[in-house]
């Protein structure tokens, strides 16, 4: 009885860990950690399978403003807020991730590049006009999305289209 009830707090305990390490304990979204490991999934499956996926990445314009102007207890419950609203746009399968500071990632398992740029202009164009509380103001929140979608030709390695996302920011 004692050893049963040991390997059963021994597993909880283990699947209490795993879900801190998967998940960013800030926004909710899933984290870097994850990220990279679901980049390789779908690389290999990409692969395998001629899969294709696309990733948005989405940083949210001058940031280091709002951290300044309204403090870092309010500027991380803007990257809350934020987190929510584009886990609220997203649909299964589709995932979120907290890449870094303000940045997020959506990995859009079997989308193509022109539904990629279409779900991010719509993402944008319903941000704009929704309003975000930082302290006592109400501010629209502007963000930037980059867009990529794999291409077995270029790419050699999984981060090669989250590199690409990142630099096509303002371009889509």
Request: contains cysteine; positive net charge.
């Amino acid at each position: 009885m004692w050893l049963s009830s040991d390997i059963t707090l021994t597993i909880s305990r283990e699947q209490k860990i795993k879900a801190l390490i998967e998940m960013d304990a800030l926004t909710g979204a899933r984290s870097r950690r994850s990220l990279l490991k679901d980049l390789r999934r779908a690389f290999k499956q990409k692969d395998s399978a001629s899969l294709t996926y696309s990733l948005l990445y989405a940083e949210v314009r001058d940031y280091p403003i709002y951290k300044r102007d309204y403090g870092l207890v309010h500027s991380e419950s803007l990257l809350k807020q934020l987190s929510e609203f584009l886990q609220q746009h997203l649909c299964p399968p589709n995932k979120l991730y907290r890449f870094e500071g303000s940045d997020f990632v959506a990995l859009l398992p079997n989308t193509g590049y022109k539904e990629a740029c279409s779900m991010a202009k719509k993402i944008t164009e319903k941000l704009i006009t929704t309003e975000m509380e930082i302290g006592q103001n109400a501010l629209v929140i502007p963000i930037d999305i980059g867009v990529s979608q794999s291409r077995a030709d270029i790419d050699t390695r999984p981060l090669d289209v989250l590199y690409r996302a990142s630099s096509n920011i303002g371009k889509s």
